[in-house]
């Protein structure tokens, strides 16, 4: 599963090159080398992209990410890109990713909408990356 925030500042380029970090990004486990480590890991880890495992992708449109606090009581989401253009953008991300991963393999929800997500994490990573962030 993937949170997409797009923020105001966000272009093209920056969705392409999420995309392409995305479907590169080696975050599991090569099941046929063994771990290596005492940690429970079943087999290497950090060994293979999405693309390698033939995995699929939930992709959830998730301006929320750009909230900020940092003035009074409530929730602050200017930094967020604004509905069409956020759209668009979403929409480039999800093209680029069904152009790695297959058309069957990514699935996204309703832009915008007020959806429930279930997610169970399998292991201790959750991973943030901001494309306009070099330290990253």
Do not use: C
């Not at 969705?15 to 995305?22: A, Q």
């Not at 590169?24 to 992209?49: C, H, I, N």
């Not at 979403?90 to 069957?104: F, H, M, N, V």
């Not at 279930?118 to 959750?126: E, F, Q, S, Y």
Request: no cysteine; glycine share 8%; aromatic share 8%.
């Amino acid at each position: 599963m993937i949170l997409v925030g797009i923020t105001s500042s966000d272009t093209k380029d920056d969705v392409l090159k999420l995309s392409k970090k995305l479907l590169a990004l080696r975050v599991f486990e090569d099941m046929t080398q063994p771990a290596g480590t005492t940690t429970k890991w079943y087999g290497k880890p950090w060994a293979k992209s999405i693309v390698d495992i033939e995995g699929e992708i939930l992709s959830v449109s998730q301006f929320t990410l750009y909230g900020t606090l940092k003035k009074g009581t409530k929730p602050d989401f200017h930094k967020a890109a604004k509905g069409a253009e956020a759209k668009n953008l979403y929409d480039t991300l999800l093209e680029e990713l069904r152009k790695g991963l297959g058309q069957d393999n990514v699935k996204d929800g309703e832009f915008g909408a007020m959806m429930d997500v279930a997610l169970v994490n399998d292991g201790p990573v959750t991973l943030v990356w901001d494309t306009l962030d070099n330290t990253l």
